[in-house]
Structure formats: C-alpha cells, structure tokens
C-alpha cells in the first residue's frame, strides 16, 4: 500500500522508470529503484530498467505479470494485455540469441510470449498466448495454432497423492484411497 502510494507520489510507474535511470544522486536513486523493484514483485512482473520504451505501453489489465527484458525495444502505442513476455535468448549457440524489438502501435495479446531476438513490425497484432520466435512484417496477425481434438475411449482424470502410507484420489471433496490393483501397481513404479 505505502509503495502504491509512493508511485502515485512519483508521478507513475513509468515515471519513476524513467527517473531511476536519469538520477544522478545516489541516495535518490536508490530509493527510487527499491519503489521500483518492490511495486513490480507485488505484481508478479519484471521491467527491466534499462529496457527502451518510447511511450508507456498501454496495459488494459495493469501490470499483472509483466516480465520485459531489460534489452529489449518497444515502440509507440503498444498495447499489452497480463502476462505477457518480451524476453532475451541467452543462449550463446542460439541464432536469435537477443531481444526482441516490437514496432509502433502494436497489439500484443493475454499471454503472448516474443522472445529472442526477433522484430516485430509496425501495426501488428499477437494474439493470446502465441510464441513468437520469428520476425513478423508490418501489419501481420499473428494467432497460435488451432487446438487439435484427440479422443480417447475414456478418460480419468484423477490426481494422486501419496499419504498416510498409500495412494488418494480427489473426488467430490474426499480424499478417497486409491484400490485398483493395477493403477497402484502403475503409481508405485
């Protein structure tokens, strides 16, 4: 509550973001960067301090979430919705080890990951929960695949956990043991 206060104080988020980095007093800056880093853990999110962010991207639902890179470029207008991810490939053998650089005015889905370093034109639009690892051109779409149906004859779905020096099951609002000789042969493997 005092650190939510003490953003609003700051002028922001997004103000303090910037204040972190152009402060040169020591003391200042370092308590600027403790508001900073605690109001993102409160939220679940990460945005890297250093990371380039030509206007404060909207975010419909807040913060919640949030993790961007502190390498990575974002341009004007961008909309993000929680949880999304704008992360770095580390990976020294990897060939799109970096970050992403997304375009002006882009709309980025629930969920959607972009990571590595790829670039996102202008206008485009990313749907909820796509990985995107490729670059994608000015004014694309871009949507995850289609889920697919597989069917089977029947399916149980039932969580085991081992207690009480047996296998239970969650039904109903029980813990009920587990004695079906077979599937406890396949559980005690």
């Known amino acids: ?5 003490l953003i609003k104080f700051c ?3 997004w103000s303090v973001k910037d204040k972190c980095q152009k402060y040169k007093n020591v003391f200042l800056k370092k308590s600027l960067l403790f508001i900073y880093n605690q109001y993102l853990i409160k939220r679940g999110s990460y ?5 380039f962010i ?3 991207p909207l975010l419909p639902h807040g913060i919640l979430g949030i993790f961007i890179s502190p390498k990575a470029k974002i341009g004007h207008n961008c909309i993000m919705y929680q949880h999304v991810t704008v992360g770095e490939n580390v990976l020294t053998d990897s060939p799109k080890m970096g970050a992403p650089i997304i375009g002006d005015n882009c709309y980025i889905g629930a969920g959607a990951k972009i990571i590595g370093k790829v670039v ?4 485009v ?7 995107v690892v490729n670059d994608v051109p000015d004014n694309s779409i871009i949507v995850p695949q289609k889920a697919r149906v597989i069917q089977r004859e029947k399916l149980i779905n039932r969580q085991y956990t ?6 239970f099951y969650y039904e109903k609002g029980n813990w009920i043991a587990e004695s079906n000789k077979e599937i406890l042969n396949k559980l005690e493997k």
């Open 1 to 5: 509550m005092v650190i939510d206060i």
């Open 162 to 167: 081992y207690k009480n020096n047996g296998f």
């Open 120 to 123: 996102i034109g202008n206008n």
């Open 125 to 131: 639009r990313i749907g909820a929960n796509c990985v």
């Open 47 to 51: 945005v890297g301090l250093d990371a």
């Open 54 to 56: 030509k206007s404060p």
């Open 11 to 13: 002028g922001g988020f």
